[in-house]
């Protein structure tokens, strides 16, 4: 009898333990088939070697807004916008401490419709991350979006993302500026428009922010080009009789016939190059559109700070072409050692310049951290004009800093931007948003500058 009893009793406890080990395992479960699912969202092509990132249980049930348990953390998971708090923070680039972002988190602060939002770091995207929330702070671009008169410039039967990659560019951007997002915002919508209209963004390598940035701007442009169908390039040489600046109007005009949007009449400046012979003296002068400009840094082993203007010499100065890099001068028929030499034609609404921390040929090997000490405001350009300037003086105010911080190989994209509403700057690192001052913005981290032109921003580029 007595035998019997403690039969059923234990009966009972194991059934009792059971059901409890069944409650728990579900509740962990659950949480694990979420995070791969939404992983196999993320990570959707491209490599297959990408690490399932440690989730922490209890920050999973932290972040249901019932408090729910594990339970809760599916619904979550599942669940529209308020998913948006990340169950899984993945890796910050070339860092090591997963689990440790992954615990810290995101930072969703209530700052609402100022677009002080984060951006989620969906596998090494923090050069994307960078660049976006730079692109997310240029003024005329925010405008551009946010009012919806990009729409009509959209010809979605000729360009070829067919309007895709400037609706998820603008769907993100909405996202950030929007009064009820609340935690950082997912890019694989966009990521997913961009790696279909440049591939080489596929996949989850880092990658360089100043290239991202230019198939992005390019990607965008090709999107609202006012020119649906492409005029045969005209390929006679511009007439030598002009003056220069009759020469460059013609040059932009012809860039124009193919290429003409909005996004060119904020972006693209136009370069003069002059090539002087130096037997005959004979100058020749080409004129190209430029999205930004790459200025070399000294790399002298000592040299740890510079000024931007000493960059903008350099980038300017003449150089001689000798050797096997001798031109064919047009006067002398025969090819001479020249001179050539940069100029700025057409200043940009927006200048973007890159500082060239990796040369091409050490992209792998190094990467030089000189200071480079850029103003704020007032960065005057004047002197590297190609000719006097008719209307007020090219000045430039910073607005927005993409920051790489690390080595080549193991490196972090961030960035500081000024908020084009309350002008307060801020620092962007991935899916965190702090304060920042504009002074901090300038450090040997800063990779790409953007500077927007004093004085409106009503100019065409049209000549
Ligand atoms: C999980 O998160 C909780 C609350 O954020 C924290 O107290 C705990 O130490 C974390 N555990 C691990 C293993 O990271
Ligand atoms: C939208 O913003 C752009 C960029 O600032 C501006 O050029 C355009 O006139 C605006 N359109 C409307 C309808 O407000
Ligand atoms: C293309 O644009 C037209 C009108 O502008 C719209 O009705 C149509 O749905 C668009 N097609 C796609 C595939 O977006
Ligand atoms: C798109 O471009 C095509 C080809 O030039 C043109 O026929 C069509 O009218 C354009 N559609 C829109 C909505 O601008
Ligand atoms: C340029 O001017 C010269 C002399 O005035 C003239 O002979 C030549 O035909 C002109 N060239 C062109 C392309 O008009
Ligand atoms: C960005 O955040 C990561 C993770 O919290 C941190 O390790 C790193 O130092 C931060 N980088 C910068 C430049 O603030």
Redesign the pocket.
């Known amino acids: 009898m007595d035998a019997r009893i403690t039969y059923y009793l234990d009966c009972v406890l194991v059934l009792a333990w059971s059901v409890l080990l069944l409650i728990v395992a579900y509740g962990f479960f659950d949480n694990i088939v979420n995070v791969s699912r939404r992983s196999q969202y993320k990570f959707d092509s491209g490599r297959t070697d990408f690490r399932l990132y440690c989730l922490n249980v209890s920050d999973v049930s932290a972040s249901t807004p019932s408090g729910g348990g594990a339970k809760g953390g599916r619904s979550t998971a599942l669940a529209g916008p308020s998913s948006r708090r990340s169950l899984v923070t993945p890796p910050a680039d070339g860092d090591d401490d997963d689990l440790a972002q992954a615990r810290r988190g995101s930072s969703a602060d209530s700052r609402n419709g100022l677009g002080l939002v984060g951006l989620r770091n969906i596998g090494n995207t923090c050069f994307m991350n960078s660049v976006l929330q730079c692109l997310s702070n240029t003024k005329v671009l925010l405008d551009y979006i946010r009012n919806e008169s990009y729409q009509?410039d959209?010809?979605?039967?000729?360009s070829s993302m067919k309007g895709a990659l400037i609706k998820a560019f603008s769907e993100l951007i909405k996202e950030l500026w929007g009064s009820d997002t609340s935690g950082p915002v997912n890019t694989a919508a966009l990521k997913a428009q961009i790696q279909r209209f440049a591939p080489r963004f596929m996949g989850y390598a880092q990658q360089d922010a100043q290239e991202f940035l230019r198939y992005l701007l390019e990607g965008l442009h090709e999107e609202v080009n006012r020119v649906?169908?492409k005029p045969k390039p005209i390929t006679t040489d511009i007439d030598d009789n002009l003056s220069d600046a009759e020469k460059a109007n013609e040059a932009w005009r012809r860039y124009l016939r193919a290429e003409d949007s909005f996004i060119v009449d904020m972006f693209v400046g136009q370069l003069k190059s002059t090539l002087k012979c130096t037997h005959c003296g004979h100058c020749s002068v080409t004129f190209d559109p430029f999205w930004d400009l790459s200025l070399p840094l000294p790399s002298g082993r000592h040299t740890t700070s510079v000024r931007l203007a000493h960059c903008l010499d350099a980038f300017t100065k003449e150089e001689t072409l000798d050797g096997d890099e001798k031109p064919k001068c047009a006067k002398c028929k025969e090819r001479r050692r020249c001179t050539k030499s940069f100029s700025i034609q057409k200043f940009p609404q927006v200048l973007v310049i890159h500082l060239k921390r990796f040369s091409p040929l050490e992209r792998y090997r190094g990467k030089l951290n000189t200071l480079v000490e850029f103003p704020l405001e007032g960065l005057d350009l004047s002197q590297f004009a190609a000719e006097p300037q008719s209307g007020p003086s090219p000045r430039y105010n910073l607005y927005a800093v993409s920051e790489h911080s690390g080595t080549p190989y193991s490196g972090h994209y961030t960035a500081h931007c000024k908020n084009p509403l309350d002008n307060r700057w801020h620092e962007y690192n991935d899916s965190r948003v702090s304060s920042a001052s504009g002074r901090s913005a300038v450090s040997p981290e800063a990779y790409v500058l953007f500077y927007e032109r004093e004085g409106g921003t009503t100019q065409k580029s049209r000549l």
């Open positions: 009509k959209v010809n979605n039967t000729t649906t169908s």
